[in-house]
């Protein structure tokens, strides 16, 4: 399935526009992770634990869309938003989601 931030496809017109599909994933921090983490940001670098969480996290947002335009007859999404929150009461929860238009092309 095609996805994309454009609102359009090049060389692929939309035939029908089938509705705003969403994808959610939740994560939660990990005390050691975040030792380590807090530990890279004094002494500097990435954190290559928070990384992959974060892409991981992605993926199976947009994945989520995708399952979600499929069941509506779609083949492809566009206008696809990304964003990303921390939540809870200390922070210690991430929401990384995705939205966008699910269509036929």
């Known amino acids: ?4 931030t454009t609102p359009t496809i090049e060389g692929h017109p939309i035939e029908e526009y089938l509705g705003i599909v969403t994808g959610e994933v939740i994560v939660g921090a990990n005390l050691f992770r975040d030792m ?17 969480i974060l892409s991981d996290a992605r993926k199976q947002a947009i994945e989520e869309l995708q ?19 921390v939540i809870g009461n200390s922070g210690s ?12 092309i």
Do not use: Q
């Open 67 to 85: 399952a979600e335009a499929a069941a509506l007859g779609g083949n492809a999404v566009v206008g696809i938003d990304l964003d990303y929150e």
């Open 36 to 52: 380590f983490a807090n530990i890279r940001d004094i002494v500097g670098g990435r954190s290559g634990s928070y990384e992959r």
């Open 1 to 4: 399935m095609t996805v994309t």
């Open 93 to 104: 929860m991430l929401m990384v989601s995705a939205s966008g238009t699910a269509v036929k």
